[in-house]
Structure formats: structure tokens, C-alpha cells
């Protein structure tokens, strides 16, 4: 393919694209030009995949042909965001934003929609985009969208993710285009240094500067990576990337091919990913038909061809080196640094390695320039960042912000608050290597350096949201058995360190805490982060660090007081019979597997503490809600 | 370990020679050997990774070391139908241990094991990213998602069945 070619299938299909970007009235005037009357979105992604989405898109499928509906284009495209709300169904040139669909809601649509003169079915419309007076809001300005700036999830929700003359039309592979025939690898090494892009995988190194040194770098065979093994829990971001345009990852490492002179990439791939797997077989295949992968990619002479590696679940394979080690087919163990990657990466040969978020930004900062870029963001963190919201909160989802946004906002605003009226508690980001954000710090802006102040991280983009009924000792538990399983064993710091601080969390937890523990906990952290030899072990005390800095007080009460404050911990409850509520009914007793309960029938019962075991059998099958914990 | 006795068919074995040879010779052939071979077998017992070693030249004690790190790889056979129950961060908070208790509590047996008859099999899993459904478990693939304890034996109820 020439780079003519390229530009007039871009031109083709625009329309087509346009009319899912603009604004109703423009649409509406557009959709004439692309051939189909009306478009429906499907999401195809990972969680509206889970909540059935493809039984939508057959329901559509049979629905069109029951009704004879010929004019409207089926899409299946990536995550649009808003997961707690799916199977997420749109249709333009309306852009009206149906949730929760099920297959009969389907059929509603179709029929009284979807068909010549339908009309919007305002009840199957998410909520938040119907107006009290009845008046269809665009989603885009609803708070959950309102907030947000989309520049490396700008074509998820919006293509179809395996169609690369979708994603072509939607601008993919023109930033290469521009590179090969305009700009010389320093200037690409100029222009990503200039835009102030920083690593989205957690660490925050300044990309423009690690392409530079692998550029820099003697040798002749070099190799481009792509990591994609997001392995913090409650983080998808990257899947997103993959599901909804994996096509930019594929255009950005060639790229950076073409920059610091490899011709080789390879994408590190979670196992536990199958739709983004597939998606990007079907991508680089398509982009080897296309000719933007392999020998002389738009007759620029430039050869580059890009594999696909799996993991097969070691959490530690998304540091760098255990990376290489594993797509080498050996055990993902860690190495010390240096040598650094640049120098002596994959296959002891110069790589640049960079993750799936970081090379989502790439071709807009090439096609939009350096300044456009910098322009957003804070002093050091330029740009936006996605964040994976999840935990206690209402839109649960997908969320790319300008960095520097308060917390606040992505909390509120855009994730709806808390549900059920409770307090916002802390919110965790960096998983198992970051920390917690305390309530107090709620208007903190978020980018790489705030958080560290504050004895948190930035991560890969994972943002738990946590509320009073989170305990946060046990919370800090919870990661520790994290690390201490994914610790791969080479260090002793990591290995030893890890499981000695769950043990001394555990023992806090079981009421068996003393006041020296503490002490113990901050030596060990020291030492671990201090000699550990990769980034898992550096940072594993740092769930715990935190916490104890910003909620000493619930350490304290399950050491001195031997109590949970948050009803968490089951060692340290107690369960007790409220004898106002309690009818007699002999139902606890006769189901408690400890012999703990006495009482007559008809007459309030009681819990014998030192023979209660803690299971909860009994509130389960209590029918007064007589009995507690506290 | 007697009722593991390993059987494989001739099929089997040919889909596995089949795919060392496309993948010999290839820089790190041993990962996606792996997952093939997982794929073909179900786990990947002794007599298996033995074949491995020998296709594609490398010490068996090199297999056994890659096959034993990953925690996907199964040096065990799985039960017919596998049950995840995702611990990651956001299920977690959403009290995906309940989910796992309740399902340990049902099947009689603990996470990481078999049921006697082989029928089910139960594992953890750190986040599939449906975190939108938080709390979520996985049987063969199928995702149930906004889960409570109490819905938990109605779901096995299906799969006990055949």
C-alpha cells in the first residue's frame, strides 16, 4: 500500500466515523453521505462482553430481518467507559445511549426505534441522559462524560475494533505516515521529548529520553516492546486500549521502530485477556495485508514486523526485565539493573519497552505536535491519564482525565459518588505497589508527583475506591498475600520480607497484635525497600507504609483495644443476641455449629462468647435481624 | 498421584509434535509450546513436558523450572467444570470471599483442589477485568457477574447437573 491509497480509504470512510463525533443536527446531515441511515454501537468489550452483550448484537441481527431493516450498520466496538451500566448499546446520527440492555429491550428498540420514522425509546435510555422535562441529553455532556478528555482511549467506543478501514478512517496509522515521509528519527525523538509524555506503566520515566537511549545504542539488531502484561488487579486500562483500538499500539511501535532503528517488536500480552488477544491477532494480520507491517511499509523502505507473546500469569513479568526473560521462554525472573534495556534489553539487544497506555499517546502527539500536548496536564505530568475506577462507587468504568484533576472530581462528578449514602474512606491507585488516599487529601490533583508525596503512586491507572466498611488493615493484608504469592523467589528481601509481613498483618488482624509489631513492620519495609531487586519487592511495604501513616488510629485499635472498627476482621468481632428483637425461635441454636447458643423457646437466647466461633451462621439465618457484630 | 495416570491419545501426541516443529527454531519456542500444550492436554503432566524437551533440544529440568513458575500452567489435571472466583482489588472489596467460601462450602472442598469425582475444580484468579460486575466468578468461561453468596448454589445447581 502507498501512502495515496492509505489516505483515500481514509477519506472514504470518514463520514462514517464523523457521525458518531459530532453533534446531532451536524450528524444527521452527515449520516446522508454514508449510505446507512442509522448506526448502532454495540460495546464488544471485556465487561459488557460478560454482561451479554453479544446476545444484543444477534438480537439486532434477527430483529433487522424480522422487520426488513437493511439501512442500519451493526458495530461492535471497544469499551466505551461506563462498565457498570452494560451491555451499552448507542445509536447515531442521535446519539442516543441505551443501557442494561437485554435482548427484549432489543426488540423494543428495533421496533420502535430503529425502524423508518421510530422515535428514541426514552425508558431504555440511561437515566442520567434523559432531562426531567423529558428532553434527550447528548451523553457527552452528562457528568460521566463531561469531565473527561479522551486522547488514548479517543477511538474505543467509537470504531469498530476489527476493522482497520474503521480505524484508518478514524485516523490510525497517519501519524506513520507523517513520520515516514516528513521527519527523521531525531525528530520524533525531539517531538516526544518536547511533548513532556511521561511512562504510563507506573514509574513515570520521560519516554522521549528511553527512546533516545536505545536510539543512541551501539548494535545493529534492536527491538521495539510493548507491555501488556496489566497485571495490578482492578486495573484494565490497557485491555481497553487493545479491545478498542488495537491498531494504535500496532502504528506507535512502528514508530518507534523507525526511530531507534529495530525492525522487530514484540507485545508482551496477558493470558487472561482472550478478546484483546484475538483482537490484536486479527489487527496485526490485517496490518500485514494492509502493508503497514513487514517489508517496505508505505514504500519507505523501512522493514518491521510486530509478534505476540503470552504471559501465563506471573504478576511479576510486568517489571521489565523479568518481562524480556519470559518472551526469551525462560522463568520471568527479575535482574539487576544496569545494564538498563536501552543498552541491553530482549535478547541482550537494545530495547525500548513501553506500556500499552504510552503508546496510545503516541500519534497524537505526533500528528497534533508537541505543544498541543504539553499544553494539558500539570508542570511535570503533561497530558491526560485513564484510570480504572472500581470498588465502592457508582460508575464503575473507564476514565481518562487531563492530569491533575482532583480526586474529588473523579470520585463525584464523574464516578457518581459512594453508593448506598456512606463515606468516602480512602482510595487506593498503583495496586499492590501504591498506597491509600485518605479522605482528608480528597482534593489532591492527581498526577505523578503529588501522589508520591503523599506516599501513594500513580501506577498503571487503578483507582479502588473504598468506603467505612473497608478495613484498611485488612485491605494492606490483602495486598501483602498479593505480593507474598507473586514474589518470584530470587531475592531474599522480597521473598522473606513479603511473607514476614503478612504473617506480622495476620497476627494483627487475629487480635494477637503487639505494640512492638509496629516497629517491626517499619524495620523490615526499610530493609525490603532498600535491597529488594526489582520494583515487587521495593515497593510491597508500601500498601502498609501508607495506611499506618494516614489511619495509624485503626492499627492502634486492633493492637491496644483488640477491636475492627470497620466490623472487618472476624477475630476481632463479637457476636451478641439483641434479646428486644429475639422471638425464640430456636433457629440460631439449633444451626450454630459450635453449641454456642442457649435460650428457651420463646424467650431471648444468648451467645456464649468463648465457645462462638465467628461464622456468621447465625445472623444467616436469623429471620428478626436480632442478631449483630460489632 | 495414582488416579493421575497419564493417558494421552495418538491424536494428541501428533497435535503436539505438530506444534514444537512450527515453533522450532523460533527465539523463547518454549512458552508458546507450553500454552499449546496445555491447550492440547489440559494440564501438562511428566510424559509431556518430557516431549517438549526432547523437540525442542532443551533439559527437561529448563521446562519443568518454566512450566512450575507460571501460575497458569497445571502440572495436575482440572476438574470438568473450573470454577474462578476472582480476588482481585475491586471484587475484593465487593466481598469476593464470601462468593469463594460459599462455592468452598457447597462443593465441600477447597480452593486450588478437586472435587472427588473430578466434576468441578476451584481457583482464584486475579481480576478478568469485569470489574464493572464486581463481584464475579467464572465457570467454564462464562462470567457471572453482581454476585451474592446466597445465588451461588442455585449457579453450581446448573452445572452438577450434567
Known amino acids: 500500500m502507498t501512502c495515496e491509497e492509505l489516505k483515500k480509504i481514509s477519506a472514504e470512510k470518514a463520514d462514517l466515523i464523523n457521525v458518531r463525533r459530532i453533534v446531532r443536527e451536524q450528524a444527521e446531515k452527515l449520516a446522508a453521505n454514508t449510505g446507512y441511515r442509522k448506526q448502532v454501537l454495540v460495546c464488544g468489550g471485556t465487561g459488557c462482553t460478560s454482561s451479554n452483550s453479544l446476545k444484543v448484537i444477534q438480537q439486532l441481527e434477527e430483529s433487522f430481518k424480522e422487520l426488513g431493516i437493511d439501512d442500519v450498520i451493526i458495530v461492535k466496538t471497544g469499551c466505551f467507559g461506563l462498565c457498570a451500566l452494560g451491555p451499552i448499546m448507542i445509536v447515531y446520527p442521535e446519539g442516543a445511549f441505551y443501557s442494561q440492555m437485554t435482548p427484549e429491550h432489543v426488540k423494543t428498540v428495533a421496533e420502535k426505534h430503529l425502524i423508518k420514522g421510530g422515535e428514541i425509546v426514552k425508558e431504555l435510555l440511561y437515566a442520567d441522559t434523559v432531562h426531567k422535562d423529558g428532553s434527550v441529553i447528548p451523553f457527552a455532556e452528562i457528568p460521566f462524560y463531561k469531565h473527561q478528555m479522551r486522547i488514548a482511549l479517543r477511538n474505543c467506543g467509537v470504531i469498530a475494533a476489527e476493522s482497520i478501514e474503521e480505524a484508518i478512517a478514524a485516523g490510525d496509522y497517519s501519524a506513520l505516515v507523517k513520520v515516514l515521509t516528513e521527519m527523521t528519527p531525531d525528530d520524533v525523538v525531539a517531538e516526544i521529548k518536547a511533548s513532556g509524555l511521561r511512562g504510563r506503566g507506573g514509574a513515570g520515566f520521560p519516554t522521549g529520553l528511553k527512546w533516545q537511549f536505545t536510539k543512541e545504542a551501539a548494535g545493529d539488531v534492536k527491538y521495539v516492546c510493548c507491555n501488556a502484561d496489566e497485571g495490578d488487579p482492578g486495573a484494565f486500562m490497557d485491555r481497553s486500549v487493545l479491545e478498542g483500538d488495537p491498531h494504535t499500539v500496532l502504528e506507535a511501535m512502528t514508530i518507534a521502530g523507525y526511530t531507534v532503528g529495530a525492525n522487530e517488536g514484540y507485545i508482551y500480552v496477558r493470558a487472561e485477556y482472550p478478546i484483546a488477544v484475538q483482537r490484536l491477532n486479527i489487527a496485526i494480520k490485517q496490518a500485514r495485508e494492509y502493508g503497514l507491517l513487514g517489508k517496505n511499509i508505505l514504500g519507505s523502505g523501512f522493514d518491521f514486523d510486530i509478534h505476540i507473546r503470552l504471559g501465563a500469569g506471573a504478576f511479576v513479568c510486568g517489571e521489565e526485565t523479568a518481562l524480556m526473560a519470559s518472551i526469551e521462554g525462560k522463568r520471568g525472573e527479575p535482574r539487576p539493573r544496569p545494564p538498563f534495556s536501552a543498552q541491553c534489553g530482549l535478547f541482550k539487544k537494545p530495547t525500548v519497552l513501553n506500556n500499552v497506555e504510552t503508546w496510545a499517546n503516541i500519534a497524537p502527539i505526533i500528528l497534533k505536535g508537541s505543544k498541543w500536548f504539553s499544553s494539558i496536564g500539570t508542570e511535570k505530568s503533561k497530558g491526560t491519564k485513564v484510570f480504572a475506577v472500581g470498588g465502592k462507587i457508582h460508575n464503575v468504568g473507564l476514565v481518562e482525565v487531563p492530569m491533575g484533576t482532583p480526586l474529588k472530581t473523579i470520585i463525584y462528578d464523574i464516578g457518581g459518588g459512594i453508593p448506598g449514602g456512606k463515606r468516602f474512606k480512602a482510595a487506593q491507585t498503583g495496586g499492590p505497589s501504591g498506597g491509600c488516599i485518605p479522605a482528608t487529601h480528597i482534593d489532591i490533583a492527581m498526577d505523578f508527583d503529588n501522589l508520591v508525596a503523599i506516599g501513594s503512586m500513580m501506577g498503571s491507572g487503578g483507582l479502588i475506591v473504598m468506603d467505612e466498611e473497608t478495613c484498611m488493615v485488612d485491605i494492606a493484608k490483602f495486598y501483602l498475600e498479593f505480593t507474598a504469592d507473586e514474589s518470584c523467589g530470587k531475592c531474599a528481601p522480597c521473598r522473606i520480607g513479603t511473607k514476614r509481613l503478612l504473617d506480622l498483618l495476620t497476627k494483627i488482624t487475629e487480635g494477637k497484635g503487639e505494640p512492638e509489631d509496629l516497629d517491626k513492620i517499619m524495620k523490615l519495609a526499610k530493609h525490603m525497600k532498600s535491597s529488594s531487586l526489582c520494583a515487587l519487592g521495593q515497593s510491597a511495604p508500601n500498601p502498609i507504609l501508607s495506611a499506618m501513616e494516614h489511619f495509624g488510629d485503626e492499627y492502634m485499635k486492633h493492637i491496644y483495644a483488640k477491636q475492627c472498627p470497620s466490623g472487618v476482621c472476624k477475630s476481632l468481632l463479637n457476636y451478641y443476641i439483641d434479646a428486644d428483637k429475639c422471638r425464640g425461635c430456636t433457629l440460631c441454636k439449633r444451626n450454630c455449629p459450635a453449641n454456642a447458643i442457649s435460650g428457651d423457646v420463646k424467650s431471648p437466647h444468648v451467645i456464649d462468647k468463648t465457645k462462638c466461633i465467628k461464622c456468621g451462621q447465625c445472623i444467616a439465618h436469623c429471620r428478626f435481624g436480632a442478631i449483630n457484630k460489632k | ?162
Not at chain 2, 65 to 82: D, E, I
Open chain 2, 1 to 162: 498421584m495414582a488416579q493421575n495416570l497419564f493417558e494421552g491419545t495418538e491424536k494428541q501426541m501428533a497435535d503436539l509434535l505438530r506444534c514444537i516443529d512450527e515453533h522450532k527454531g523460533e527465539a523463547g519456542a518454549l512458552m508458546p509450546v507450553l500454552h499449546e500444550a496445555q491447550d492440547i492436554y489440559g494440564y501438562l503432566p511428566a510424559e509431556v513436558q518430557t516431549v517438549i524437551a526432547d523437540g525442542l533440544g532443551l533439559p527437561l529440568a529448563e521446562v519443568y523450572g518454566v512450566a512450575t513458575f507460571y501460575s497458569q500452567f497445571s502440572l495436575t489435571p482440572k476438574g470438568k467444570h473450573r470454577i474462578s472466583v476472582c480476588l482481585g482489588t475491586a471484587c475484593y472489596v465487593k466481598g469476593s470471599d464470601k462468593i469463594l467460601e460459599a462455592i468452598e462450602k457447597e462443593l465441600r472442598v477447597s480452593c486450588g483442589e478437586n472435587t472427588p469425582d473430578n466434576k468441578f475444580s476451584i481457583e482464584s484468579c486475579r481480576c478478568v477485568g469485569a470489574c464493572g460486575l464486581a463481584p464475579v466468578m467464572i465457570v467454564d468461561g462464562e462470567v457471572y457477574g453482581k454476585l451474592t453468596a446466597k445465588e451461588v448454589p442455585a449457579i453450581l445447581d446448573k452445572y452438577m447437573k450434567d
